[in-house]
């Protein structure tokens, strides 16, 4: 076990963190960055779980597989193509030759625990949400658990508030294992189809954040939090709204708990 992956496992074990999900590739509008703090007007979307995630990066290859193909070869990714053989190999062949596929990437964020509770107590439904709201948007709520999108203040306190990133670049070898299993359950979105990438962590790089080694980190967090109030980027009846400085200050507690336990963990095996 490595030592990022150490300080992990013992943050999670402590209730410290949460996991969030997010699948990157070429369809993607934005990135996620741990060491760009510049605010974008562009959304961030994540999984709130991990049956989410599976069943939204089957749903993007898909997606990217199908256009491809039908651009390629002009045959549509399907049951009936996957089942006749000159189809599956046409697939096979366009996955192994093309570098249209390179740039897919499934990450995981490990956030503090504190990230949750805000972000179910500020959301709104991305259908009916008020024009030119800039809070949380839940999306998918019906599937898995759905998801979020963040912007601006509130993704910017996503960064501060996250410990590490895990991410994997999805290789041809695992694409062509996907159509695989796509083609033996004869169910195309299948989301356990992608379950090979989710049985561990082994696959992840990992990335520890660079504001953790920060002392002045929880300035950034409690600076993010009172522009969020601000700008009005939250719910009125939520905790944050009503309790202002405790909501803040529990965030800060929270963070620096686990900020210091993954220190000691680091400065435990320098020696």
Not at 19 to 44: C, H, M, P, W
Not at 59 to 80: H, T, V
Not at 160 to 166: M, N, R
Request: aromatic share 12%.
């Amino acid at each position: 076990m490595t030592i990022f992956q150490e300080a992990c496992h013992e943050l999670k074990r402590d209730e410290l963190t949460k996991e969030v999900y997010r699948f990157q590739g070429a369809k993607t509008r934005s990135n996620f960055s741990l060491v760009d703090d510049d605010l974008s007007r562009d959304y961030i979307y994540f999984s709130n779980s991990l049956d989410h995630h599976k069943y939204f990066s089957v749903k993007r290859i898909k997606q990217l597989l199908n256009s491809i193909l039908l651009e390629e070869e002009g045959i549509p990714l399907s049951n009936k193509t996957l089942h006749n053989n000159d189809g599956y190999n046409a697939i096979r062949n366009l996955i192994i030759n093309t570098d249209k596929f390179k740039s897919l990437y499934t990450f995981r964020l490990v956030l503090s625990d504190s990230f949750d509770g805000l972000i179910r107590d500020n959301y709104q439904y991305n259908i009916g949400k008020k024009s030119g709201f800039r809070g949380i948007e839940r999306v998918d709520r019906r599937v898995y658990g759905g998801g979020y999108g963040v912007s601006d203040e509130w993704k910017q306190l996503m960064v501060y508030l996250t410990y590490f990133s895990l991410n994997h670049k999805i290789t041809r070898d695992e694409l062509l294992k996907l159509i695989r299993n796509m083609r033996m359950t004869n169910r195309i979105s299948r989301k356990d189809n992608i379950d090979f990438l989710f049985q561990g962590t082994d696959l992840y790089s990992y990335e520890i954040n660079p504001h953790l080694y920060s002392d002045f980190n929880k300035y950034n967090i409690i600076n993010a939090l009172e522009m969020i109030l601000e700008k009005d980027l939250v719910l009125p009846d939520s905790e944050l709204a009503r309790h202002p400085h405790q909501t803040i200050k529990g965030v800060v507690d929270e963070y620096e708990k686990g900020r210091e336990k993954t220190l000691k963990i680091l400065d435990k095996r320098k020696y």
